[in-house]
């Protein structure tokens, strides 16, 4: 279907329309809308090195050695197999600074091309110009809730 393919193209070429960077006072960076997406609509791709889980945890764990070392995993299930996309890495990929939300205006999605599973956000409501893109993490731990207290909002 035409709509499969579009948003097959937006997603291999990394197109990221409609969206900015800004850096808020106390919370660090945020993307924000430029135009208005509707419900359901496509926003962007949560980008990053797409593993099996072994390999996120080994990973992961390099990662703690270092406490400057912000964590942008991503763990998911796809076809009975955990995959991780992780996007620690600093790129100029924008879906990869999307700030959590329990009330968040957008929701994860898992989008196969050609049998890869790509973790897409879409709007879970309709978005107005202006209002910073959010999504719920779904972390509720308590070890992560002590580390980021803002994962309780």
């Avoid at 990221?16 to 960077?21: A, S």
């Avoid at 949560?46 to 390099?62: I, W």
């Avoid at 955990?82 to 990929?93: G, I």
């Avoid at 999605?109 to 893109?133: Q, T």
Wanted: charged content about 25%; proline content about 2%; overall charge neutral.
């Amino acid at each position: 279907c035409a709509e499969k393919k579009h948003l097959d193209e937006l997603i291999t070429k990394g197109i990221e329309n409609g969206m900015t960077v800004k850096y808020i006072e106390g919370k660090g960076r945020g993307v924000f809308a430029t135009q208005h997406f509707q419900k359901g609509q496509y926003v962007v791709e949560y980008h990053g090195d797409l593993l099996l889980k072994t390999d996120a945890k080994k990973r992961e764990a390099v990662y703690a050695q270092d406490p400057t070392t912000g964590c942008y995993m991503y763990y998911f299930q796809y076809l009975s197999k955990t995959y991780c996309v992780d996007a620690t890495k600093e790129t100029d990929r924008m879906g990869r600074l999307i700030n959590h939300s329990k009330n968040g205006n957008c929701q994860t999605k898992l989008h196969d091309i050609n049998g890869i599973p790509h973790l897409i956000l879409v709007a879970s409501r309709d978005i107005e110009e202006g209002e910073e893109l959010l999504y719920d993490y779904g972390d509720r731990s308590k070890a992560s809730i002590a580390a980021h207290p803002w994962l309780k909002h």
